[in-house]
């Protein structure tokens, strides 16, 4: 018959088992501590390399976007707050709030022609009008990350990508699998047809004509009714291209 284990010998196993804890939690205590002080030190780079490139980061977008990622990697945000040492280093906080206001503006004069939904390209477009300034001093990514700061407003701010393209919503409008396809296919020419969603999609026609008038609803299409074959076109001036729409005209 085998003795059990008397009480100096479970009070031993308890005393290695405290001992391995304070061990593991001295390991892991002076881990975090050199995590702690290496992030510390990338931050302090950060902040030199941000004072050496100053210039380069406010005047080029694709420099400014690779900035923004290595923030990232060591948990920096340089737009959190307008205020402290970033904003006095480079003061792209101001930058990308003014930025913001006038993507505000610019969304809220289009929305009666594109149900609030509008191109990230011609965003971008016509925000480098209206601060007259090149096409290439302006990115994509500056305009995405004024946009992620605009949420804290909750009326629908956000980029969503259908297809090929990006597009910016202002507005709380929810899009369906079927709006999503319809505007996707609208890409290629900028409008749709009723028949062409049947072939395309192997849609009733039912079904294509309640996904239309949903858009259209939400203004987010307008109709072309004058063309010789009578057939309704559908324009989506949020995909639509210049050279597509010019096409308005055309009977």
């Known amino acids: 018959m085998r003795r059990r284990p008397g009480i100096a010998g479970l009070q031993s196993a308890a005393a290695a088992r405290d001992q391995y804890r304070l061990v ?3 390991v892991a205590k002076v881990r975090t501590d050199l ?15 941000a004072r050496k490139h100053k210039s380069d980061i406010k005047k080029n977008p694709i420099f400014r976007a690779q900035f923004h990622e ?3 990697k060591v948990g920096v945000d340089p737009l959190a707050s307008n205020k402290g040492v970033w904003a ?12 913001g206001v006038q993507i505000v503006e610019i969304c809220i004069a289009t929305r009666s022609e594109n149900g609030g939904l509008i191109n990230l390209e011609e965003l971008c477009t016509r925000l480098c009008k209206r601060r007259r300034c090149l096409r290439e001093s302006l990115s994509e990514d500056d305009c995405f990350r004024a946009i992620s ?30 709006h999503n396809e319809i505007l996707e296919l609208a890409q290629a020419q900028g409008y749709v047809t009723v028949d062409q969603l049947e072939q395309t999609l192997s849609w009733t026609s039912g079904r294509a004509t309640d996904a239309l008038q949903a858009l259209l609803k939400e203004g987010l299409a307008m ?4 063309h ?4 309704l076109r559908y324009w989506f001036p949020c995909v639509a291209s210049i050279s597509t729409t010019s096409g308005l005209e055309d009977v």
């Open 223 to 226: 109709i072309d009714d004058g």
């Open 35 to 49: 995590m702690k002080e290496q992030l510390a030190t990338f931050r302090s780079q950060l902040e030199d390399f």
């Open 70 to 72: 290595m923030c990232a």
């Open 88 to 99: 006095e280093l480079l003061g792209i906080g101001d930058f990308y709030y003014e930025l």
């Open 228 to 231: 010789r074959d009578r057939r």
């Open 24 to 26: 593991g939690e001295h």
């Open 149 to 178: 700061k605009l949420k804290v407003l909750g009326s629908g701010f956000e980029v969503i990508a259908i297809g090929r393209k990006k597009l910016v919503r202002s507005v709380p409008t929810e899009l369906n699998r079927d």
